[in-house]
DNA sequence: CGCTGTGTTGAATGCCGTCAACGTCGGTGG
DNA sequence: CCACCGACGTTGACGGCATTCAACACAGCG
């Protein structure tokens, strides 16, 4: 079947790409959905394909070998995604798992080293994908090195709010459901320690919690307890 | 002047080149010398040359903006570093510093996309290179989130050490200077936590110090501490 | 010979992880 | 429909590890 041009239009992938050279990319694509908490694949996995993540929220789970879980990243709408190919490794060093349920387009990584030679644009998006997560990652390594827990759960809520925030009357809502574990898996903490957290700024009008649910309702606020600014 | 092909023969920037291709890329590269302590390139600063370390060692630093310095990763003899073109970055994330004399090979950006085109083997080594940093500094983020610090000093030492240990009769030698100001800003800790913990294992006999200066006396044993598997 | 950078060590503080108990929500099956 | 159960969330108490504060030792160098 072929794919709808209008839904991949406008993403970075595809940016400085002309009719032709979609098409190109596009036949080679298989658009599959993938139902929430399904893995799109595993880590550790033989890498046959990478991927783009047409609709929904995935997370990308590294799974140390004494069983310690870590979030490495949230994948938003539009993304390319395990592109182990790219970065010139035959298995995949982290897991997928679709937060919502999911449609995703997925390419052979057969499909990689033709693709990167005729439509050399679609390749250039890939590589600055990869660099900006090693920026990122290593942007998240000195929060880690300098900041305390207060300030990394912290920026880590406004980076979650920025990229897959959704605009409701109460403030700004993450769109994906997330629990305690999973914000205490991606800023190194104990969910224990995020829950205090949260309830104290909850008391002081900053967020609000539910289910599965974070609302930031004073996003200026919350900055300052990220920079440290306010007085205790 | 024409640079010494044996000199940079075997590199893994250069394998599965030939003859003509290596001097194509030669041609384009300039050799220089930095003296220790010297900067290679600055954070922030317009990133206008990408570079290959012949000889020496160089720490890539980062530094917040309170001013707290963390130390990325330590280049070795042969590695691709300053990419910052491959990524698609305007700036260089991270300043790079030698820590002894070096010599280092300098590309201008405007080399990239030339060489790019005409010597593939190239570009994708330097892929690669920004894949495996950035498989590295994802283990770096799990070992902090989830190993406490004696262990990932101790990992820390065991890196460097198969990177760039030069054997002894002692044992392996760190064959750079080396603070434990700069070992703490590895691993995200204090000075005084390094120095406590280097101190315990010269007691145990694990280790060797002096200024400026470790020895790994008895490897297998500080695994033993990494993996966090010693009876206390 | 003093100064600066480096390293060591002791003592006190405190952050945050650990342990524990309980509360709540939502789905499921009888 | 309701009871049950598991997943998720909250909160208190305690303790340990690592930072912080402080003082001193030592080496290299001008």
Known sequence: MTLDRSLIAGLPAFAGLDGPGRDAVLARAQSSRFPKDSEVFSQGAEAASFFLLLAGHIRVVRTSPEGHQVIARYINEGELFGIAVAMGRSTYPASAVAAVDCVVLTWPNAAWSDLQARVPSFAA???????????????????????????????????????????????????????????????????????????????????????????????????????NRRRK
């Not at 008391?203 to 307890?225: I, S």
């Open 125 to 227: 998006s890939a590589y600055q994908t990869i660099g900006s997560r090693l920026q990122e990652t290593q942007a998240q390594v000195m929060e880690m090195s300098t900041q305390q827990v207060e300030q990394r759960i912290a920026h880590a809520l406004l980076r979650i709010v920025s990229q897959s925030g959704r605009k409701t009357d109460q403030g700004i809502e993450i769109d994906f459901p997330i629990t305690r574990q999973d914000i205490a898996e991606m800023t190194g903490t104990t969910l224990h320690t995020v829950s205090r957290l949260l309830s104290a700024w909850e008391d002081e009008g900053l967020v609000k919690g539910g289910r599965q649910r974070v609302v930031v309702t004073d996003p200026h606020g919350l900055m300052v307890v990220a920079e």
